[in-house]
């Protein structure tokens, strides 16, 4: 976002996009947007575009991930923590990825990590 806004001021003040461009890749580095990208916002400010926010896109809503099913999965692994995504996607009907997505994003929760052998400590003298 601040990128473009940086084409958009550049546009106004009549540099071309290959100068905003440069200029861009001296202030950002490997993080600038890409040439096409410049020429693309360069374009679309020609055609008469002021906004320099995404527009909505069409598409599926996610489904799996509801408010709902949140809930849903924060009360089971509450009940038992030893479940495993494919359980709990196999109880809800929903796929592995949503059920990672939800315990990872919204409810996070981090697998706690298990050694069965736990490195031994050698002392100096050895």
């Known amino acids: ?3 473009r806004v940086n084409i958009k001021f550049c546009f106004k ?6 100068e905003t ?3 861009l890749v001296k202030v950002y580095g490997v993080d ?3 040439k096409t990208c410049v ?3 360069f374009k679309q400010f020609r055609d008469g ?3 320099v926010k995404d527009e909505p896109r069409s598409g599926r809503p996610p489904t799996s991930t509801t408010p709902d099913n949140i809930e849903r ?5 509450a009940d038992d923590r030893r479940l495993s995504l494919r359980m709990v996607a196999e109880k809800l009907k929903i796929s592995l990825d949503s059920v990672s997505n939800i315990i990872h994003e919204h409810v ?3 697998k706690k990590k298990f050694y069965a052998f736990p490195t031994l400590r050698r002392s100096s003298n050895v």
Not at 13 to 18: N, R
Not at 73 to 77: G, H, T
């Open 39 to 41: 020429f693309e916002w």
């Open 13 to 18: 003040l009549g540099k071309t996009a290959k």
């Open 73 to 77: 999965v924060r009360r089971m692994l």
């Open 1 to 3: 976002m601040e990128q």
């Open 21 to 23: 461009h440069e200029m």
């Open 108 to 110: 996070q929760k981090r």
């Open 32 to 34: 600038a947007v890409s």
């Open 49 to 51: 575009k002021e906004v």
